[in-house]
């Protein structure tokens, strides 16, 4: 049974850092794009970057323009898990963080063409 399991979320203050982690269960995570949304309260999900399925050696990664640089996403192989690091975070960071698969070559789509998901973590950037 393919799962994905997010973890390493939390409560931090505004500046700081969190790394999530994505770990799949049930496939193998480099042959499926990953991709990284959230959902704030109240607000639509927003897809915040991917990564596509391993071809030839080379990981393409997509971002949403609004995280400046701020969000890296990134795979290991060895663990199945696909990561998530964000920097100076900021209190409109604060919502559910989701990790999900889709089987297709490009993975910077709606998250609506994605077809597995995890059941979320929580980050809340507050002083």
């Known amino acids: 049974q393919l799962q994905l399991v997010e973890s390493g979320g939390g409560l931090v203050q505004p500046g700081g850092s969190l790394r999530l982690s994505c770990a799949a269960s049930?496939?193998?995570?480099?042959?499926?794009?990953i991709g990284w949304f959230r959902q704030a309260p109240g607000k639509e999900r927003e897809k915040l970057t991917c990564?596509?399925?391993?071809?030839?050696?080379?990981?393409?990664?997509y971002y949403a323009d609004s995280l400046k640089g701020r969000f890296t996403i990134s795979r290991d192989n060895a663990k199945n898990t696909v990561y998530l690091q964000m920097n100076s975070l900021k209190p409109d960071d604060t919502a559910v963080y989701y990790c999900?698969?889709?089987?297709?070559?490009?993975?910077?789509?709606?998250?609506?063409?994605?077809?597995?998901w995890g059941q979320g973590t929580q980050v809340t950037v507050t002083s």
């Open positions: 990564i596509r399925r391993r071809v030839g050696v080379t990981d393409f990664t």
């Open positions: 049930g496939f193998t995570l480099d042959a499926y794009g």
């Open positions: 999900a698969a889709i089987n297709a070559q490009d993975c910077y789509v709606h998250p609506s063409a994605y077809s597995y």
